[in-house]
């Protein structure tokens, strides 16, 4: 997906659709958590589909649960989503920021004959 150390930086347009696609990869990540937590909740711990969302919603933006939750299951898929959540944190991250690191490192690892091309 990216060039390599010897080949040149890719052209601006290049650059911007790579970001995009890594844009919509993080975007359908978010949706794929986003609906594992709504169905989780109104499945497990029982609650509305609007109430579903509201708390998958919050616990996925790192806010925390909205809706108190009675039964062991809900509280047990509760901590494993807020543990998910966390990790899907980190990989949108790593995705979202691939194309511009790679892009800074590779500049600044090319040589200077290189850069006169």
Known sequence: M???KHQNVAPMPVFLKRLA???GLALLLILTALCIGIAGYHG??????IDSLLNASMIL???GPVNLLTNTGGKI????????SGL??????GVIFSP????????FHMDDKDLQK
């Open 2 to 4: 990216f060039e390599r």
């Open 21 to 23: 696609l890594c844009f």
């Open 44 to 49: 497990i711990a029982g609650l509305t589909w």
């Open 61 to 63: 933006g790192g806010m």
């Open 77 to 84: 898929f509760a901590s494993a989503y807020a543990l998910f």
């Open 88 to 93: 899907v944190f980190i990989a949108v991250m």
């Open 100 to 107: 511009l690191l790679h892009r800074m490192l590779h500049k």
